[in-house]
């Protein structure tokens, strides 16, 4: 999981960069690295609900291989306007501050129940003291 704050770091950098061909090539990077990554997306038709969500759409066939996935989405970065390069880092950003803030609220959740559980083992214990 380390990797995803990562992630999230450089998407976070996207924002300070006002030039239009750095805030592109920094996408380069960030799109190729999350679509290789397997810990992200285990099977290349899981990213057909991230690429949607960023309003890229290919056909079927595109998504039997990863690399026809970056080939296609890089040519699509590559042709965007700023305000469509900006929109795509925003929704990174809101998916990965997402993914983040889901994450800390499970190992919270599990603290909780591990506290819970102790509580209980203390208040029904034979050997309450």
Do not use: C, P, W
Request: net charge positive; glycine share 2%; proline share 0%.
């Amino acid at each position: 999981m380390r990797s995803h704050q990562i992630y999230l770091e450089k998407i976070k950098k996207l924002e300070s960069i006002k030039q239009v061909d750095l805030l592109r090539m920094e996408l380069y990077a960030i799109f190729t690295e999350i679509i290789l990554s397997k810990d992200i997306f285990r099977h290349n038709i899981e990213l057909t609900g991230f690429l949607n969500k960023l309003g890229i759409e290919f056909k079927d066939y595109v998504f039997r291989s990863r690399t026809l996935i970056i080939a296609r989405t890089l040519r699509i970065v590559e042709t965007s306007e700023k305000e469509k390069l900006d929109h795509y880092s925003n929704v990174l950003k809101l998916m990965f501050v997402e993914k983040e803030n889901s994450t800390n609220k499970t190992s919270k959740e599990k603290s909780n129940n591990n506290n819970y559980f102790e509580d209980i083992l203390k208040k029904y214990s034979r050997n309450r003291k």
